[in-house]
């Protein structure tokens, strides 16, 4: 299962920074952060239909994707 992979890669990555303390430092707020919002996901998955969230998952990662790299909205 894709999802399983995803966080055995990211537990192999954290136990990486983990052994960094500077690093660690600095990459907790992000990874506080991306918890964060998987539970507001998690939440609204249980308050509205999954189909509005995954839209609204779909429209955010546009948005932010858009947001790092501008070029992309360019024709």
């Given at each position: 299962m894709l999802q399983t992979d995803l966080f055995e890669r990211l537990k192999r990555a954290m136990?990486?920074?983990s052994e960094n303390p500077k690093t660690l430092a600095e990459v907790s707020f992000l990874f506080?952060?991306?918890v964060a919002s998987m539970e507001e996901i998690a939440y609204d998955v249980m308050t509205d239909s999954d189909e509005r969230v995954a839209e609204n998952v779909r429209e955010a990662a546009a948005i932010l994707?858009?947001?790092d790299n501008p070029s992309l909205g360019r024709v």
């Open positions: 136990d990486t920074i506080g952060e991306f994707q858009k947001a």
